[in-house]
């Protein structure tokens, strides 16, 4: 959707020689995108890879002084820094402009018997391979900092690649805030964040400050939506204090999967971004499942920081299925089909046609792949010197996708040289253009304002999110990053001011309409003997979300405001089914919008939860068992406490729901339950379905469907059902 460049001559203009300015211009981040000096916005895209003997396929060595496997010495830099030389001359020519470097552990490790890193105090006894830090030895990585490293870096930025740093090793499964992995991780930054090559090298380098944490805990060892801010965010002042001006990528939770609680608690500070995986599966989107919107939906629930900051894509990668190869457990412990070499199971024609939908709907997504290999033949690079795509050139497999992809890329949203003039049909612009010019709104909706100015040259430069703003009726709306929030009935205005390099001011106004039902509309349930009488809300007393079904199967909260005035969701509504023989457990049956009872996959959808290492509860059919994944785990146990609300607790797992996540909590989690307070009921509180109306996501009428091919590209709700164009 972002790709600035349309028109076909400019594109033949720019040709190949776009990208590739050297020295590398500088990037920061502003607002949601990466830019240059000038303002420019840049999207990266290269491969990750890391100096290890053993995955570099043992095609270097080193001195093997004290053994077949001594590789990491002196000799061993010389012969990695050829080997990698090699590697960076065939990324270039495959269009890379990122490279992600692993510090890998091999060369930090200390190999003597009774060596022991005294930080890794408090380490599991069961933590193992490149989790496991009693290895480390700080010497060695300020040895081969310097020597290693840092010259793996500057041979990178030499061949035009922009450089992602990555700590050595990977999280152990279970962390928290303060803990001993904490530290260590505050210490590998202390220590590279004071070289003066990196602070020199800002605008180039950047830090990746952790690889894929799973479960992260506050610093009493509890589920905690700050954890993650609170682990993070003391790292990232130290690298600021030690004089490190250049952009942060902060990792989030579940494989670097769950970003939801940065939307609350971001990391603080300038030139942030965000590090994500993907593989196929992940954000509801496989081969089985291969659909562009859910994906691009699913994507966004998961990591809402993509309407605030850039995004990397650290790790990403596929190949179809090969019925001759070994398959494998994920990190999900879940079988993954033999394919041609690469961690994830897919085809290009399916999981990744839906993945680039995604990158291009989105637009300010960078990505390296998970391995050289996965782009090109390093075999037939080294004997030839020249780059084929791997897995034998398969259509259906990441390294053929990506090169296409890469070249297409490669003369759009790129870094234009620090020094370049700002004058010329580049730099002019001739006008501000708005995708729309008034918004009709329901309380609680959230909706991004698209702005852009199209310059002489026929290019265009998203501006929403580094606009002003200002709201004449704060109470009425708010504006920040460029997203517009309603928050009470009524109007207002809404203007957005951009100044260029010229020092032009560039204005455009916006008229705001905000209706919709508040929470008046609903009042709470005071007694258990209640809940069977009326269809009722759920509503976390200490989070304030709600319960709510959206158009998949997955259970969902959000803000209250938001959830009962929005369009787009199967329902918010349950109606408490006694189960006879049971005494105080019910089935918990979704509401649809306007009022009937929901359904999915031709069965009645019920509040089920996943077993507790599952990781969501949602809304499903019941089978015999009581619950579609696990007996019972659609039967729940309801009981009320005067003064604190209602509990939860799920007959399968045993333990009480708090969130969208399993029942999978050892303390009670508190809530309100309400009913509909208008006198007709849930049918006067829920909408009716417009089924000739064209609604966005957060609910707003736009068009009819009579207007349905002058819409730009994006997903809409028709029908109550998403619809990609």
């Known amino acids: 959707m972002k790709r600035i460049f349309t028109l076909i001559t400019i594109l033949c203009a720019l040709g190949a020689g776009a990208q590739g300015v050297k020295p590398l211009p500088s990037l920061h981040t502003e607002g949601r995108w990466l830019v240059d000096k000038h303002g420019n916005q840049v999207v990266l895209h290269g491969v990750m890879d890391t100096p290890s003997n053993y995955f570099n396929g043992g095609r270097w060595e080193g001195s093997k002084a004290l053994g077949w496997w001594d590789h990491y010495n002196d000799t061993g830099v010389t012969n990695c820094l050829a080997y990698f030389e090699k590697l960076f001359k065939g990324m270039e020519k495959a269009k890379c402009d990122v490279f992600r470097l692993h510090m890998d552990p091999a060369w930090t490790n200390d190999p003597a018997d009774g060596y022991v890193y005294a930080g890794s105090a408090g380490q599991a006894s069961d933590a193992s391979g490149e989790a496991d830090i009693k290895k480390f030895n700080p010497e060695r990585y300020q040895k081969y900092m310097p020597q290693l490293y840092l010259k793996l870096a500057e041979m990178a930025m030499k061949y035009g690649m922009y450089v992602v740093v990555r700590p050595p090793g990977v999280c152990p499964h279970d962390l928290k805030v303060g803990d001993y992995y904490n530290q260590y991780l505050m210490y590998v930054w202390d220590v590279f964040s004071q070289q003066e090559f990196v602070k020199d090298h800002a605008g180039q380098i950047s830090i990746e400050l952790a690889n894929e944490p799973v479960n992260l805990r506050n610093a009493q060892n509890q589920d905690d939506p700050k954890a993650l801010h609170d682990y993070f965010q003391p790292i990232v002042n130290k690298i600021r204090e030690n004089g490190f001006t250049g952009i942060i990528w902060a990792p989030g939770t579940g494989w670097q999967a769950n970003y939801t609680s940065y939307a609350t608690y971001p990391i603080e500070g300038d030139n942030i971004g965000y590090a994500v995986h993907d593989y196929t599966g992940w954000y509801g989107c496989s081969d089985a499942n291969p659909d562009p919107q859910n994906k691009i939906e699913q994507f966004h629930k998961q990591v809402p920081v993509v309407d605030t900051n850039p995004i990397i894509i650290t790790e990403v990668d596929w190949s179809p299925e090969n019925p001759s190869a070994q398959g494998h457990y994920n990190e999900h412990n879940e079988w993954v089909q033999p394919n041609y070499g690469t961690w994830s199971t897919g085809s290009t024609s399916k999981w990744g046609k839906a993945y680039k939908a995604m990158l291009d709907y989105y637009g300010n997504i960078s990505m390296t792949l998970s391995g050289t290999g996965c782009l090109f033949d390093i075999d037939k690079l080294l004997s030839t010197g020249n780059v084929y795509p791997a897995f034998n050139g398969l259509e259906e497999a990441c390294g053929k996708a990506c090169m296409d992809w890469y070249a297409e890329y490669y003369t759009v949203n790129y870094p234009h040289a620090d020094d370049e003039a700002e004058t010329g049909d580049f730099y002019t612009i001739e006008s501000l253009k708005a995708d729309q010019e008034s918004f009709d709104l329901m309380i609680g909706d959230k909706t991004k304002i698209l702005l852009n100015v199209l310059y002489r040259d026929g ?35 809404v203007q957005a001011s951009y100044t260029d390099v010229q020092g032009i001011i560039w204005k455009k106004s916006f008229v705001v309409k905000v209706t919709g039902l508040d929470l008046g509309a609903l009042t709470a349930l005071s007694s258990l003997s209640d809940i069977t009488d009326q269809p009722f809300a759920i509503v976390n007393k200490e989070s304030q979300k709600m319960f709510y079904g959206p158009a998949n199967q997955n259970l969902d909260m959000g803000d209250p405001l938001g959830v009962i005035n929005n369009k787009s969701i199967s329902g918010y509504m349950f109606k408490a089914e006694a189960i006879s023989g049971r005494d105080g ?10 009022g009937s009872e929901y359904s999915v996959y031709g069965k009645p959808g019920y509040l089920n939860s996943q077993p507790t290492t599952g990781w969501c509860s949602f809304i499903l059919g019941l089978n015999n068992l009581n619950g579609e994944d696990v007996k019972d785990g659609a039967v729940w146990e309801i009981k009320y406490e005067s003064g604190k609300g209602f509990t939860l607790k799920n007959m399968a797992t045993g333990k009480y729901l708090k969130d969208a996540a399993p029942a999978k909590y050892d303390a009670p989690a508190y809530f309100d339950f309400l009913k509909s307070s208008v006198t007709a009921g849930i049918h006067k509180v829920e909408r009716s379905v417009d089924n000739d109306a064209v609604y966005t996501l957060q609910g707003i009428k736009i068009a009819t469907l009579q207007q349905w091919d002058a819409l730009p590209r994006g997903i809409y709700i028709v029908g109550g059902k998403k619809k990609l164009k």
Do not use: F, W
């Open 459 to 493: 290019h265009t430069k998203d501006i929403s999110d580094v606009a002003t703003y200002e709201v004449d009726q704060p109470s009425v709306v708010e504006v920040k990053n460029g997203s517009i929030r309603a928050l009470a009935n009524g109007e207002a205005q």
């Open 585 to 594: 457990c019910y089935l918990l049956r979704l509401m649809t919008l306007n």
